[in-house]
Structures are given as C-alpha cells and as structure tokens.
C-alpha cells in the first residue's frame, strides 16, 4: 500500500510513523521547509511544495497511489484537496471516476459536517471517500478517562468495549498471579476482567498466554464490556479510585465544541453543568444553542484564572473539573489549580502528544487531540477492517484491530483457540447475530468455532498485521 499524506506537521507526522511501522511506502508533502526538515527521520519520500499543485502531487507518485490524506491546518484545503487529487490521479492514470484512489480529508471544525450550521453531508457533494472529525471520539475518551483517573490508557475497542493498559503497583494482588488466573477482587465479589497483553519491566509487549507471572513494574492490558468495571481494574493494579458520582457535578472551562459536547453528555446524563468561558460571544453562542435552555446549566462569562471566580463558584466542590481551551499551557494551569482545591477527577484537552504522558505523571487526565486525530485517520486508512482499528500508546509493538469473516473464508468452522493459533492473535470478542437478528458480543469460548458472519476483535503485534488481515480475508 502506498499513501501519500499532505501535511507534515504532529497529525500528518503521526500518521506517517504509524506506516512505516507496518512497513508501508509513504510520501509526506508540505511547503514549509522546517515542517519537511523535521520528517526526514520517518523514511518517507519528502516533497516540498503545496498540495493542491499537479507537479507536488506527480512528485509523490499519485500515480501509484492506494490512499491520499489530507491533514493540512486548513479544513478547506483538506476538502478540495481530495477533488483536486482524485482529478489529477484520473489524468494519470485514465481512470475518470478515479476509482483506485481513497482520498481522506481530516477536518477539524466540527460545524462543518452540520447539515444546518455547515456543508454538511459532505458526502453528497465531497470527493472525500472518508472525513475524520475526532470531535466524538475525544469527548469520549475524557469522559471514560475521567471515571478512573489514576488508569494510564482508556481506549474505545467497540461496541462499547473498552481497552485498559496500566501499570501494576507494590500494592497490587494481582502480584505474583499469572494473566489466566481468575482473580475476584476482595469486598467487590466481582472478577478482575482479562488480561490479553503484557509489558514487562524489560520494555517487550507480549500477547498474554495466561502463564506469565506478574511482577509490580508490568504493565497489563485488560478488555471490559463496561466502563463501572475500571474502579474493579484500578483496585486490582494497587491504584484505587474514588467512587464517581452517579450524576457528578461538572465545571467545564471553555465554551468551544469539545467544551459544549462534553456538556451535552453530562446534562443527559442527569448532571449539573457550568460552563466558564473567557469570550463574552461564545459564551452567549453556548446560552443561545440548544442546550442552553437546560435548566441544570450554567454559564459563566469570566477569567478561568480569576481566584474570585473559582471560589464564588465553590470548585472544590465539583466533582469533574475539565479544561477545553484552545491553550495547552492554559489547561493545565487551570487543570493544576483545580485538582490544588480539591477537584478529584481533573482532565484537559492537549494539542502536542508528547505532553501527554508528563501531564498524567502528575495526577491530571489528558487527552491529545491530535493522537485522537492520527487515531482517526488510520481507522479510515485501514477500512477495510470494517469496525475498529486501535493503536495502543502504552505498548506501540501491538495494535488492536476488527474484521468480518466473509463466506469462503478458509479459518470458519476452526476452533477460536486454533483460529488464534494459527494467526498469533489474541481473540478478545466475537460478535454474532441472534436467530432475531440482533447482534451480541461475547467473549470467545475456546470449544466453540467460527461462522461466516462473525466479526472479530482481536489484538496483535503490529508486524503481522498484513498476514492477519490477508487471512481473516478483509
């Protein structure tokens, strides 16, 4: 597969590393010198020049191209840039519907994908074969990431299944357990949820064989159906939360679209809102929108930084504290002064990933916006595994990933336990249509075999992604 990417800055960058990881042909395209300088480290074909030019696009081989993204700074430019491509690859090629080429358009306003507020559906008029907006999957994430806050990684696996990797503590009772045992957490009457995955003290990721003794240091990766499960995984790792409020009290700082999304998950969720916003507009865009009739919220047109305000409004007596600003350095000023007063669950929104894991380091729940962005744009980039497809930060050497088993498949009527032999995969769930025609996702039972139509969540390390994928035929 060879995938041309049009930006090279943290997205388009991210992207690009995630390829070449698996061993794929890339070619960055940028006009600024310094953004092309800094790529030279990726074994990327690199073109200085613009996009939306014929001779930048031939440079990069559109001619031989499977996929092309489109991660500028300018959402436009990453919409026409995707009938611009698909134009100039159809004059190459002779192919006038430009059928062998994907085109990928990330866009980061939201408002744009609005049928009423924007040019939405884009698919009616785009050339775009994918648009990723990482809007829902960010409120996401710091939604489930804020119910247990000490969990390092907090990840969508689908159909609301979740990925957990954290680090084993002195205090924990998995110690000295291997990753098959069944383990019931004492006082909670409940089981500790599977583990699939290990890092050792050493740094070496390892798909769980169920034997591997577990020493403090380890990370482990587990998979729950449910996010109430984290506090069960927390308690197991030596790392207890406290109880999240059914209904927790919610100061968002930051009337912006994740700032208003989260609100809206939160007031329908039963909870009560405020909103503390700088911009006298914006704060009055939020109060005139759809949810500002809601009686549970407030909005409040002031400094996030002003001491007056944050005591005014009593914030040590919220139970979730998250900041959405359009400044890293912003967020986690406010993020430190609340969880200072008290504030138990405290998240933020970060462009830069690389601040990430230093940010978490000191007790705040991050979430990066552009790791959510390459995220997004690889999902696309692997369509076809028709579900999810999932890099794990905390062990990069594995990625988690989704496929339907098509009729004729040569794996169906094998074993689960041989189907992940075969493969060298670790089955996480099976998702199965009932006899009325609903789908469930369970756990596989090893003396149970593979159907046509089953879809699989599996994980495995990045090098045999390609085998997998021939095999499971997505």
Same mark, same amino acid.
């Given at each position: 597969m060879r995938?041309i /990417?049009a930006?090279?800055?943290?997205?388009?960058r991210?992207?690009?590393?995630?390829l070449?990881?698996?061993?794929?042909g890339v070619?960055?395209?940028?006009?600024?010198?310094?953004?092309?300088?800094e790529?030279?480290?990726?074994d990327?074909?690199?073109v200085?020049g613009?996009?939306?030019?014929r001779?930048?696009l031939? *440079?990069a081989? /559109?001619?031989?191209a499977e996929?092309?993204?489109?991660? &500028?700074?300018?959402?436009?430019?990453?919409?026409?840039?995707?009938?611009?491509?698909k134009r100039?690859?159809?004059?190459?090629? #002779?192919?006038?519907?430009?059928?062998?080429?994907? &085109?990928i358009?990330?866009?980061?306003?939201s408002?744009i994908?609005?049928?009423?507020r #924007?040019?939405?559906?884009?698919?009616?008029?785009?050339?775009s074969?994918?648009v990723?907006?990482?809007s829902?999957?960010?409120?996401d994430?710091?939604?489930? #990431?804020l119910?247990?806050?000490?969990?390092?990684d907090?990840?969508?696996l689908?159909?609301?299944?979740?990925?957990?990797?954290?680090?084993? &503590?002195?205090? !924990?009772?998995?110690?000295?357990?291997?990753? #098959?045992d069944?383990?019931t957490?004492?006082?909670?009457?409940?089981?500790?949820?599977?583990i699939?995955?290990i890092?050792g003290?050493?740094?070496?990721?390892?798909?769980?064989?169920?034997n591997?003794i577990?020493q403090?240091?380890?990370?482990?990766l587990?998979?729950?159906?449910?996010?109430?499960?984290?506090?069960?995984i927390?308690l197991a790792?030596?790392t207890?939360?406290?109880?999240m409020?059914?209904?927790?009290?919610?100061?968002?700082?930051g009337? &912006?679209?994740?700032?208003? *999304?989260l609100?809206?998950h939160?007031?329908?969720? %039963?909870?009560?809102?405020?909103?503390?916003?700088?911009?006298?507009?914006?704060a009055?865009?939020?109060?005139?929108?759809? +949810?500002?009739?809601?009686k549970?919220?407030?909005?409040?047109?002031g400094?996030?930084?002003?001491?007056? =305000?944050?005591?005014?409004?009593a914030i040590e007596?919220h139970? /979730?504290?998250?900041a959405?600003?359009?400044?890293?350095?912003l967020?986690?000023? +406010?993020?430190?002064?609340?969880?200072?007063?008290?504030?138990?669950?405290t998240?933020l929104?970060?462009?830069d *990933?690389?601040?990430?894991?230093?940010?978490?380091?000191?007790?705040?729940?991050?979430?990066?916006?552009?790791?959510?962005?390459?995220t997004?744009?690889?999902?696309?980039?692997?369509?076809?595994?028709?579900?999810?497809y999932?890099r /794990?930060?905390?062990?990069?050497? =594995?990625?988690?990933?989704?496929?339907?088993?098509? !009729?004729g498949?040569?794996?169906?009527?094998?074993?689960?336990s041989?189907?992940?032999r075969?493969?060298?995969?670790?089955?996480a769930?099976?998702?199965r249509?009932?006899?009325?025609?609903n789908?469930?996702?369970?756990?596989?039972e090893?003396?149970?075999?593979?159907?046509? %139509?089953?879809?699989v969540f599996l994980? =495995?390390?990045?090098?045999?992604?390609?085998?997998?994928?021939k095999s499971l035929?997505s």
């Amino acid at each position: 597969m060879r995938v041309i /990417i049009a930006g090279a800055g943290e997205i388009g960058r991210g992207v690009a590393t995630a390829l070449r990881s698996e061993q794929r042909g890339v070619a960055l395209i940028d006009p600024d010198p310094n953004a092309i300088s800094e790529s030279q480290s990726l074994d990327c074909l690199l073109v200085t020049g613009n996009a939306l030019s014929r001779e930048s696009l031939i *440079r990069a081989g /559109i001619s031989d191209a499977e996929i092309i993204v489109f991660a &500028t700074n300018d959402d436009h430019v990453n919409l026409l840039g995707c009938a611009f491509a698909k134009r100039v690859y159809s004059e190459q090629v #002779g192919d006038r519907t430009a059928s062998g080429l994907i &085109t990928i358009a990330h866009v980061d306003d939201s408002n744009i994908m609005d049928p009423t507020r #924007g040019a939405g559906p884009l698919e009616k008029w785009a050339r775009s074969n994918f648009v990723v907006c990482p809007s829902e999957a960010i409120v996401d994430q710091l939604v489930a #990431g804020l119910v247990a806050p000490s969990l390092d990684d907090i990840l969508p696996l689908g159909d609301n299944a979740w990925i957990v990797v954290s680090e084993v &503590t002195e205090a !924990s009772p998995l110690i000295g357990t291997t990753t #098959g045992d069944n383990v019931t957490i004492e006082g909670k009457h409940s089981m500790v949820p599977p583990i699939f995955a290990i890092r050792g003290r050493d740094g070496r990721d390892t798909l769980s064989s169920g034997n591997e003794i577990i020493q403090q240091g380890d990370h482990l990766l587990f998979v729950t159906g449910a996010t109430k499960s984290f506090s069960n995984i927390a308690l197991a790792l030596g790392t207890p939360d406290s109880e999240m409020p059914v209904t927790p009290s919610v100061a968002i700082f930051g009337a &912006t679209r994740i700032g208003s *999304r989260l609100a809206r998950h939160y007031l329908d969720s %039963g909870s009560n809102v405020v909103i503390i916003e700088p911009d006298l507009d914006s704060a009055n865009e939020i109060v005139g929108s759809t +949810i500002g009739v809601n009686k549970r919220l407030d909005v409040i047109h002031g400094d996030p930084k002003d001491e007056d =305000l944050l005591r005014e409004l009593a914030i040590e007596n919220h139970d /979730i504290a998250i900041a959405t600003l359009g400044d890293d350095n912003l967020n986690i000023s +406010i993020s430190m002064r609340t969880m200072d007063k008290g504030v138990l669950r405290t998240g933020l929104l970060l462009d830069d *990933r690389a601040l990430v894991e230093a940010i978490h380091r000191i007790g705040l729940r991050p979430v990066s916006k552009r790791r959510v962005a390459v995220t997004s744009i690889l999902k696309s980039i692997h369509m076809h595994v028709p579900g999810i497809y999932q890099r /794990i930060p905390s062990m990069p050497s =594995l990625v988690s990933i989704s496929a339907d088993i098509p !009729s004729g498949n040569s794996l169906i009527g094998t074993l689960f336990s041989e189907v992940e032999r075969k493969l060298g995969v670790n089955l996480a769930l099976v998702e199965r249509i009932d006899e009325e025609g609903n789908p469930h996702a369970r756990a596989p039972e090893h003396d149970q075999t593979l159907e046509e %139509g089953d879809r699989v969540f599996l994980f =495995l390390e990045i090098d045999d992604l390609r085998k997998v994928e021939k095999s499971l035929g997505s």
